[in-house]
């Protein structure tokens, strides 16, 4: 994993590169005596989860446990931005996969449900057999065998 992976998934550029800004040339007297609190700042919160996908994509086969030491080694879960990386991560990775009647799946507040592959959430399980990462069977794909059941 890269050294600089929490910059990567967190910092986001500054929008605007125009130096010129907006009451710069006026005088002090004519500049206003109160400014509001929620000023339009140039630095975005936004998820950038492509590295973070990228990176599980390449720790397919791996043992789970491995995969997560590597990962909180370098993102810390005491700050608020790299929690919400944790946060992505759960949504993207099922560690709790329950295997009923030959068919992956997962509990979820409604119940269980067939555990399908969305766009990046449940993309990847971890096998209850074996503990290693694994790609998550796509919709189009009807009953899964764990490595197990063979």
């Not at 000023?39 to 995969?67: I, Q």
């Not at 555990?115 to 899964?144: C, I, K, M, Q």
Request: charge should be positive; proline fraction near 6%; aromatic fraction near 8%.
């Amino acid at each position: 994993m890269r050294d600089d992976m929490r910059d990567v998934l967190i910092t986001r550029g500054r929008r605007g590169g125009d130096w010129r800004k907006p009451g710069r040339k006026r005088p002090l007297e004519d500049l206003p005596l109160r400014e509001p609190m929620m000023r339009g700042g140039t630095k975005f919160f936004d998820d950038h989860l492509g590295p973070l996908k990228r990176f599980l994509a390449s720790r397919v086969g791996r043992p789970w446990d491995e995969v997560w030491s590597e990962l909180t080694q370098h993102l810390d879960r005491r700050g608020l931005l790299q929690e919400h990386v944790f946060v992505h991560l759960k949504q993207m990775v099922v560690t709790e996969v329950v295997v009923k009647d030959g068919v992956l799946g997962c509990m979820g507040y409604r119940g269980w449900y067939p555990l399908h592959s969305g766009r990046w959430r449940n993309s990847y399980f971890v096998d209850p057999a074996t503990s290693r990462l694994e790609r998550a069977p796509d919709r189009r794909v009807g009953r899964v065998t764990t490595s197990k059941e063979g």
